[in-house]
Nanobody, 128 residues
């Protein structure tokens, strides 16, 4: 098990940038693949981006391609989500999720049900 704490959410104007961080407890974070999801009230949690345990593979939902970048620093037990050219429709609570990955490295995972560890989320609000 790993504990996840998100940070970096804020109120920003459209066109602005934010960097979210997901800090993990434990010394084996490098064995976890990680993803970011987001949710707005009344809607299902939506996949945003995912990264393999080594950081060599990434996956994005279509609406954020070219604007968001997921990365990780395993030495710091942290995964980042750099968000540029933010739009009002990016407004949501952003959650970090992680799942252990052992043996041969698995590809990035977009399915929420595949993750067993979740943070409490950080609010991102983009004003028009």
């Amino acid at each position: 098990q790993v504990q996840l704490v998100e940070s970096g959410g804020d109120l920003v104007q459209a066109g602005g940038s934010l960097r979210l961080s997901c800090a993990a407890s434990g010394r084996t974070f490098s064995t976890y693949r990680v993803a970011w999801f987001r949710q707005v009230p009344g809607k299902e949690r939506e996949f945003v981006a995912a990264i393999t345990r080594s950081g060599s593979g990434t996956l994005y939902t279509e609406s954020v391609k070219g604007r968001f970048t997921i990365s990780r620093d395993n030495a710091k037990n942290t995964v980042y989500l750099q968000m540029n050219s933010l739009k009002p429709e990016d407004t949501a609570v952003y959650y970090c999720a992680a799942q252990g990955d052992y043996g041969l490295e698995s590809p990035p995972l977009s399915r929420a049900g595949g993750y067993g560890n979740w943070g409490l989320g950080t609010q991102v609000t983009v004003s028009s």
